[in-house]
């Protein structure tokens, strides 16, 4: 996958099969110096993004604008799905997002909690689409488990668990590694290399480990100074 400028007039040629993510002239600032530099890049699938760069840069606000839960300050995200631009709203049913903020139901079981969610967004078949998730997570055998009893490492594979729940196009992981053992971050590849076969995952980071796994990378500088897109190296 290579960085390229976006530019406003017109959208990039894009696999009518495929995503994009086009990022033009995109900055968010919550105060003055905080928040998300201006940057520019184009992200195609399939394949893996890596968002890096310091406490502060705009990792996770950058996640939240792509996956259309908040509104930039200025510029434009445009999400490409088949060839056409998707609204912010609209793009929520292609994009399974997840953070270290994600909280769930402490009473409810493991396997409540996704149901109760997969049941919201109206899955056909939330039950399977529950134990699918369960599984290839490694929570199969957790999944009667109340959250609330469950370890900070058990509680980061419901997170992704939850992402996974509706077999979304887009993958957003918010710092996906936090939290897990050995055997969880081996599951967490194998969750990423299987999903960037077909589809795109975004992941912001700064383990470089997990950084590893893309092929492009966004660096994020401090909010006072420009920001980088360009290949992995």
Do not use: C
Not at 63 to 74: E, K, M, T, V
Not at 118 to 132: E, K, S
Not at 133 to 151: I, Q, V, Y
Not at 205 to 225: F, G, V, Y
């Amino acid at each position: 996958m290579n960085a390229e400028p976006a530019r406003a007039s017109s959208l990039p040629a894009v696999d009518a099969l495929h995503n994009a993510l086009h990022a033009i002239d995109l900055a968010h600032r919550y105060a003055p110096g905080r928040g998300l530099s201006r940057i520019e890049f184009t992200i195609r699938s399939p394949g893996v993004a890596a968002i890096t760069g310091p406490n502060g840069s705009g990792k996770s606000t950058l996640l939240r604008i792509i996956a259309g839960l908040l509104r930039p300050s200025q510029g434009r995200l445009q999400f490409v799905r088949a060839g056409r631009e998707t609204a912010p709203l609209a793009r929520r049913g292609h994009v399974g997002f997840t953070s270290p903020e994600l909280t769930f139901y402490p009473e409810l079981t493991a396997e409540e909690n996704l149901r109760f969610v997969g049941d919201a967004l109206g899955l056909p078949d939330a039950a399977a689409a529950t134990r699918t998730a369960l599984e290839r997570t490694g929570l199969a055998a957790r999944a009667r488990d109340r959250a609330g009893a469950l370890s900070s490492g058990l509680r980061q594979r419901l997170r992704l668990a939850f992402a996974l729940l509706h077999r979304p196009h887009v993958l957003l992981l918010d710092e996906p590694g936090s939290h897990l053992d050995d055997d969880g971050r081996r599951m967490l590849e194998g969750v990423v290399t299987d999903h960037a076969r077909e589809g795109l995952v975004v992941i912001a980071t700064n383990d470089e480990r997990e950084s590893s796994w893309a092929a492009q990378r966004i660096a994020l500088t401090a909010a006072s100074r420009p920001a980088l897109a360009g290949p992995a190296r």
